[in-house]
């Protein structure tokens, strides 16, 4: 089949997409405030401000049941709650746009193509929640992006959308960028907190949690890009609307990065509730040279892989975390039959022993003692024992460890044990006759 070329609408990789998310993306200048506002930009803010109170905000967002797109899905009306009922006083609204998944560029894409929408996304929840400064932290690999949101800040606060009187109403949002420094780490909450609270990016035990104790011990709002991105729609189109869109628990739509061994590769924006066989098969048409789909990776190093079996799966937060997966921010890596499942969990390893942050002991020690589990089984020198103690220590750091980077880096170790048992059997000393049991 032809490779979908820009503007065919009528290919499969883009008749298939539905956009919210990326509605703008190529369609207007990111870099001319007046392009956003001729497509409607800022309508949503105004309307919020001028025709709802706090409360009607926040309730919106929760009927629409926006959940968090950073990889948690955790419900974004509870969390604004929670910040708005803390007593009045400082508080903050914080952009996490420090992607760092491997493979995974989806707020990129949105950060250059639409940059005015999460500046709107997140004036609303400043008004919402009763904070007056945003911070956006985004990561030092994304120059193109910093430099497009810097231009936006500046023609908001020209335009009177941004700064002490938002639309002359008399609210306060102020909006300045953080650039971080390049540790995957920073992106959970309380180690990106620590690191624009000018201290070293590492995570600290929750609770307290950020809405109730963050940015300087006030009560901080962090949204994910595409979260925030999701908002001004809602606002404008009504929660009806939007949780028309989607399955029963996962509303709206999610960009993944489909990449790896698939024909047509690229961001794409699905309802969710799409299945995965959708997704490869007709949109991205498939597996190069006529071979047959082993598996597919969701969720980047926190997330597993679903083999193909299980291809009809529907992409929501609660179908992939049954499979041993996870949603993950979005990264969605294609595997095909001579793909050594083993590799995948050893490249996820290494990722994840050079990003630990070092601070707690299961997660420091446990992923150097894993991807060195993985690399005696590469080499043939392991035992049915050795992938006993590996499943052992698997579980022991997940349980163990003081965030998710560690709580879920044992994850594709984990799902390659359970769906690809016979692939780690073949590996063990050729003397070993023990089997290996899926977990
Ligand atoms: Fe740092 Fe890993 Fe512990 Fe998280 S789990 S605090 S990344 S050492």
């Known amino acids: 089949e032809a490779k979908p070329v820009l503007g065919d609408r009528h290919h499969p990789f883009f008749s298939r997409q539905l956009l919210i998310v990326r509605e703008n993306s190529g369609k207007i200048d990111p870099e001319k405030i007046g392009e956003y506002i001729a497509v409607g930009g800022y309508q949503a803010l105004h309307h919020a401000i001028y025709e709802m109170s706090q409360a009607e905000v926040i309730a919106e967002i929760t009927k629409s049941g926006l959940r968090g797109r950073g990889g948690a899905g955790y419900p974004t009306g509870l969390k604004w709650a929670t910040v708005a009922k803390m007593p009045p006083?400082?508080?903050?609204?914080?952009?996490?746009?420090?992607?760092?998944?491997?493979?995974?560029?989806?707020?990129?894409?949105?950060?250059?193509?639409?940059?005015?929408?999460?500046?709107?996304?997140?004036?609303?929840?400043?008004?919402?929640?009763?904070?007056?400064?945003?911070?956006?932290?985004?990561?030092?690999?994304?120059?193109?992006a910093i430099s497009r949101l810097q231009k936006a800040i500046q023609q908001a606060k020209r335009q009177g959308i941004l700064g002490s009187q938002v639309f002359g109403s008399g609210i306060d949002f102020r909006i300045d960028i953080r650039v971080g420094a390049g540790a995957f780490v920073c992106g959970e909450e309380t180690a990106l907190i620590a690191s624009i609270d000018g201290g070293r990016g590492t995570p600290r035990p929750r609770p307290p949690y950020p809405a109730v104790s963050g940015l300087w011990g006030e009560p901080t709002l962090i949204n994910n890009v595409e979260t925030l991105a999701n908002i001004a729609p809602i606002i404008k189109k009504g929660s009806g609307w939007f949780s028309g869109i989607g399955t029963e628990k996962s509303k709206g739509t999610k960009i993944f990065s489909l990449t790896g061994k698939i024909r047509n590769t690229g961001l794409i924006e699905v309802p969710m509730g799409i299945s995965l066989r959708t997704i490869i098969e007709d949109m991205g048409g498939g597996i190069p040279g006529g071979l047959k789909v082993k598996a597919v990776q969701t969720g980047g190093p926190s997330g597993g892989c679903i083999p193909a079996e299980h291809l009809d799966t529907p992409v929501d937060y609660e179908s992939l975390g049954i499979l041993g997966s996870m949603m993950g921010s979005g990264g969605m890596v294609v595997l095909d039959e001579?793909?050594?499942?083993?590799?995948?969990?050893?490249?996820?390893?290494?990722?994840?022993?050079?990003?630990?942050?070092?601070?707690?002991?299961?997660?420091?020690?446990?992923?150097?003692?894993?991807?060195?589990?993985?690399?005696?089984?590469?080499?043939?020198?392991?035992?049915?024992?050795?992938?006993?103690?590996?499943?052992?220590?698997?579980?022991?750091?997940?349980?163990?460890?003081?965030?998710?980077?560690?709580?879920t880096a044992p994850n594709p170790v984990l799902s390659t044990l359970r769906y690809f048992p016979e692939e780690y059997e073949a590996l063990l000393q050729p003397a070993e006759s023990g089997r290996v049991s899926g977990s």
Not at 107 to 119: Q, T
Not at 365 to 386: E, H, R, S
Request: aromatic content about 8%.
């Open 338 to 407: 001579n793909t050594s499942m083993v590799q995948v969990a050893q490249f996820y390893m290494e990722f994840c022993r050079g990003e630990t942050c070092g601070k707690c002991i299961p997660c420091r020690t446990g992923t150097v003692q894993l991807y060195q589990m993985l690399t005696k089984i590469l080499n043939k020198q392991a035992t049915t024992a050795d992938i006993e103690k590996m499943k052992l220590l698997s579980e022991m750091v997940k349980a163990t460890s003081l965030c998710g980077l560690g709580q």
């Open 89 to 144: 006083g400082q508080k903050y609204v914080i952009c996490n746009a420090d992607e760092g998944d491997p493979g995974a560029f989806m707020d990129r894409s949105v950060l250059e193509s639409d940059p005015h929408r999460i500046l709107e996304g997140m004036a609303i929840a400043g008004y919402a929640v009763g904070a007056t400064q945003g911070y956006i932290y985004v990561r030092a690999e994304y120059p193109l």
